[in-house]
C-alpha cells in the first residue's frame, strides 16, 4: 500500500496546527489514492503525548509512530511514501532533512484542496483554518524501542513532568494583540476591530514587547504586510502566534515570515476576531 506521511510537532498545547492540517490534507489524498496516513513523532513525552495522540487520531491519522533517533531514516527507506507534509516551521524542516527530504514547498491551507491529486510531493503546511477532518477512531500509537535516547527540549521535558504529576494550570493563558506597522512601529486599527479585540477579552501590546510573555495567545495584525519579525523565533514555546494580515488573496508561495506563525488569517479583521468567539477557536487558545 502507498503512504503518505505527516510529521507531527508538539507544542505547549498539544499538537501544532500545522500538523493538524497536516494530517487532514493527508486524509484527504489517501483516501483519493487508496493509501495511508503515517504520522511521526520523535520521542517519548508520557502522558503529556496524550492530547496528541487524541488530535492526530481525530485529524485522520492511520498511524501514530513514537521514533528513536534513527527512525526518520528508517522509517522512510521502508516506507518510499508519496507524499510528505508537516508544519512550515524550521523545526520540522529540520527533521525531514535528516531522511533526506525537501525543501518543503511553503503552502497556506484554508480548507480542503479543490483536487487531492494534484499537489507537490513534499509540502510545508500553514494552517489557515481549523482541522475539518473529524474522526471518532482513537489510534493506538507505537513506539520504537529507543525512543526514550532522543533528547527532548528543556520545555518538553517540564512539561512531561507536570503531566506524569497530574498538575495542571486552572489559569486562562492571556489573550494579546499587536498592531504592527511599518519597520516594527505601532500601527493602526479601525474602531471596529478594536471593539472585536475589546469584546473577546483581548488587550494591546507593543510590537516588541512579546518577549516578555511566556504564555498566552498573540494575534499579530500586519498593517504594513511586512510579515512576522524574525525574533518570533525565539519567543516562549507557550506563545501562540496567529498572523493577520488583512483582505488579501493568498496564492502560490508564501511569505517565508509565515512558517513563524501557528496559524494565517486573511480576511476584514472584525468579521475574523469575532470568529474567536466561537467554542472551537477558544479551545485553541487554551
Given at each position: 500500500m502507498a503512504h503518505v506521511v505527516v510529521y507531527l510537532q508538539r507544542t505547549t498545547r498539544?499538537?501544532?496546527?500545522?500538523?493538524?492540517?497536516?494530517?487532514?490534507i493527508a486524509r484527504?489524498?489517501?483516501?483519493?489514492?487508496?493509501?495511508?496516513?503515517?504520522?511521526l513523532c520523535l520521542g517519548d513525552a508520557g502522558a503529556f503525548d496524550d492530547r496528541l495522540i487524541v488530535e492526530a487520531s481525530r485529524a485522520g491519522a492511520d498511524q501514530i509512530v513514537f521514533l528513536g533517533p534513527e527512525g526518520v531514516q528508517k522509517l522512510f527507506r521502508r516506507l518510499a511514501p508519496r507524499h510528505v507534509f508537516a508544519p512550515y516551521t524550521r523545526e520540522a524542516g529540520s527533521v525531514l532533512a535528516q531522511a533526506g527530504i525537501g525543501p518543503m514547498v511553503g503552502r497556506w491551507i484554508g480548507g480542503p484542496?479543490?483536487?487531492?491529486?494534484?499537489?507537490?510531493?513534499?509540502?510545508?503546511?500553514?494552517a489557515g483554518s481549523l482541522p475539518w477532518q473529524q474522526?471518532?477512531?482513537?489510534?493506538?500509537?507505537?513506539y520504537e524501542a529507543d525512543v526514550t535516547q532522543v533528547e527532548l527540549p528543556e520545555w518538553l521535558v517540564a512539561a512531561a513532568e507536570q503531566a506524569t504529576n497530574l498538575t495542571t494550570t486552572a489559569e486562562q493563558p492571556p489573550l494579546l494583540y499587536v498592531a504592527?506597522?511599518?519597520?516594527?512601529?505601532?500601527?493602526?486599527?479601525?474602531?471596529?476591530?478594536?471593539?472585536?479585540?475589546?469584546?473577546?477579552?483581548?488587550?494591546?501590546?507593543?510590537?516588541?514587547?512579546?518577549?516578555?510573555?511566556g504564555e498566552g495567545t498573540l494575534l499579530w495584525f500586519d498593517c504594513a504586510s511586512?510579515?512576522?519579525?524574525?525574533?518570533?523565533?525565539?519567543?516562549?514555546?507557550?506563545?501562540?502566534?496567529?498572523l493577520l494580515p488583512g483582505d488579501r488573496e493568498i496564492s502560490g508561495p508564501v511569505d517565508s515570515s509565515w512558517g513563524m506563525a501557528d496559524f494565517v488569517l486573511p480576511g476584514h479583521w472584525p468579521e475574523v476576531v469575532r470568529e474567536f468567539n466561537g467554542t472551537a477557536w477558544k479551545s485553541m487558545f487554551a
Amino acid at each position: 500500500m502507498a503512504h503518505v506521511v505527516v510529521y507531527l510537532q508538539r507544542t505547549t498545547r498539544g499538537l501544532h496546527p500545522g500538523s493538524m492540517i497536516a494530517l487532514c490534507i493527508a486524509r484527504e489524498v489517501a483516501d483519493a489514492r487508496g493509501a495511508s496516513v503515517t504520522s511521526l513523532c520523535l520521542g517519548d513525552a508520557g502522558a503529556f503525548d496524550d492530547r496528541l495522540i487524541v488530535e492526530a487520531s481525530r485529524a485522520g491519522a492511520d498511524q501514530i509512530v513514537f521514533l528513536g533517533p534513527e527512525g526518520v531514516q528508517k522509517l522512510f527507506r521502508r516506507l518510499a511514501p508519496r507524499h510528505v507534509f508537516a508544519p512550515y516551521t524550521r523545526e520540522a524542516g529540520s527533521v525531514l532533512a535528516q531522511a533526506g527530504i525537501g525543501p518543503m514547498v511553503g503552502r497556506w491551507i484554508g480548507g480542503p484542496p479543490g483536487n487531492p491529486q494534484r499537489l507537490e510531493p513534499v509540502i510545508g503546511t500553514i494552517a489557515g483554518s481549523l482541522p475539518w477532518q473529524q474522526s471518532p477512531l482513537q489510534i493506538e500509537p507505537e513506539y520504537e524501542a529507543d525512543v526514550t535516547q532522543v533528547e527532548l527540549p528543556e520545555w518538553l521535558v517540564a512539561a512531561a513532568e507536570q503531566a506524569t504529576n497530574l498538575t495542571t494550570t486552572a489559569e486562562q493563558p492571556p489573550l494579546l494583540y499587536v498592531a504592527a506597522g511599518r519597520e516594527g512601529a505601532p500601527g493602526e486599527l479601525d474602531g471596529e476591530t478594536t471593539a472585536a479585540l475589546a469584546s473577546l477579552g483581548a488587550y494591546a501590546i507593543q510590537p516588541g514587547d512579546y518577549p516578555n510573555y511566556g504564555e498566552g495567545t498573540l494575534l499579530w495584525f500586519d498593517c504594513a504586510s511586512e510579515g512576522l519579525p524574525l525574533g518570533l523565533l525565539e519567543r516562549s514555546p507557550g506563545l501562540r502566534v496567529l498572523l493577520l494580515p488583512g483582505d488579501r488573496e493568498i496564492s502560490g508561495p508564501v511569505d517565508s515570515s509565515w512558517g513563524m506563525a501557528d496559524f494565517v488569517l486573511p480576511g476584514h479583521w472584525p468579521e475574523v476576531v469575532r470568529e474567536f468567539n466561537g467554542t472551537a477557536w477558544k479551545s485553541m487558545f487554551a
